[in-house]
């Protein structure tokens, strides 16, 4: 595995990410990584890392990545151990043949592995509230399924432009996750983001409460582009686990996995959400597309129905405030396909208590 060290912002980073969107962010703590080989382990055994250095700021834990695999890998035709083994999402359980043709889609996309450049930002992590101020898109019980805790969850998705807005600058967020009851509390989750002052666009994931900030990772991101994230919570030794996740661009191929230790997260719902994180102004993005929405566990594999609950994002985080963001209801009944789409004409913060 790979470990992180602190260091100034590289230039190549500077590239990648224009200098408005750290000085949106506020303190952040950039880091590089160095890039370890992997002489294999036993299959069904995941490397156990190679220490370098911790990051100095409390705030941003060190980050492990999983070995790069060998020239010539290929995810389609791997075993499931070396699948495990390099931090590729596993294929679908069980006969859910959509589940199977995402992953399929991914797997047929992917090229190779996009070097690291981590990013942990100190700005209050992603969350959801108990009201629909934040979140807009669906969430899956476990009670849909017999109860049953979910082990994973994945969906693929068009990346929006957004359009540039000095006067109303915010994020949106779009991911999908594992979380407790409510879909507040805990949430495992990865995804992508953008910012519209100016617009700018990457790929995170987030173990919140417990790492209180998102992680920003490559591969690059776009509009129009077609991304692809997994998320497994693995809990063999609870209540210490660890969860898995899997960033990918479809259309560039280039992805990268990571693994971070989890405490207990409570696995009792599936999410599939367009966020405007800490109730700030919601940038227009038109609309989403997401496809290929399923979640299981380490035997069965489901996409998303209409029994699933729905969240409207609001003006005032109540029922009779003005629709900022929806999706569209019902979900497809044969694909669980649906969009997320951006509703109100002048993005505004709510009145929640968050500005």
């Known amino acids: 595995m790979r470990w992180i060290k602190q260091r100034p912002m590289s230039s190549a980073i500077n590239q990648v990410h224009s200098a408005p969107l750290w000085v949106a962010l506020g303190s952040v703590c950039l880091v590089s990584l160095f890039l370890v080989g992997s002489s294999g382990v036993a299959a069904s ?22 070995p790069l695999p060998p020239a010539g890998f290929s995810p389609l035709t791997a075993s499931a151990a070396d699948l495990q083994e390099y931090g590729f999402p596993p294929r679908p359980p069980g006969d859910n043949s959509a589940a199977l043709a995402g992953w399929t889609q991914a797997m047929t996309a992917w090229v190779g592995m996009t070097p690291p450049a981590t990013t942990c930002t100190l700005l209050p992590a992603a969350e959801g509230y108990k009201y629909n101020g934040s979140y807009s898109g669906y ?18 998705f068009t990346q929006p432009g957004v359009s540039n807005d000095p006067s109303y600058p915010g994020w949106v967020y779009f991911w999908a996750g594992l979380s407790d009851t409510d879909g507040t509390v805990e949430v495992v989750q990865a995804g992508t983001g953008a910012y519209n002052d100016p617009p700018q666009y990457f790929m995170w994931y987030e173990n919140y409460p417990y790492q209180k900030h998102a992680i920003v990772e ?3 991101i776009n509009p ?41 997260v409570s696995q009792v719902n599936a999410e599939f959400i367009t966020e405007r994180p800490d109730g700030l102004s919601l940038p227009d993005f038109t609309s989403s597309y997401f496809s290929f929405n399923d979640l299981g ?19 005032n985080c109540q029922s009779n405030g003005t629709v900022l963001a929806k999706p569209s209801s ?17 993005p505004y913060c709510n009145n929640c208590g968050h500005c």
Not at 54 to 66: E, I, K, Q, R
Not at 139 to 156: C, E, F, I, K, R
Request: net charge negative.
């Open 45 to 66: 055994v995941k490397s156990p890392g190679v220490q370098r250095d911790s990051v100095s700021n409390a705030g941003c834990p060190p980050v492990l990545t999983f």
């Open 330 to 346: 019902p979900p497809n009944s044969s694909t669980g396909n649906f969009y997320s789409i951006w509703e109100h004409n002048q």
């Open 224 to 264: 129009g582009d077609t991304a692809y994230v997994f998320v497994e919570y693995n809990c063999s030794g609870c209540p210490a686990g660890d969860t898995d996740y899997w960033l990918e661009n479809e259309t560039t191929g280039l992805a990268d996995g990571y693994i971070d230790a989890s405490p207990d």
């Open 218 to 220: 490559p591969p690059a």
């Open 139 to 156: 969430m899956v019980p476990n009670g849909v399924h017999g109860g049953l805790l979910y082990d994973w969850v994945s969906t693929t």
């Open 297 to 315: 566990t380490y035997s069965q594999s489901w996409q998303l129905t209409s029994d699933s609950n729905d969240w409207t994002m609001t003006s």
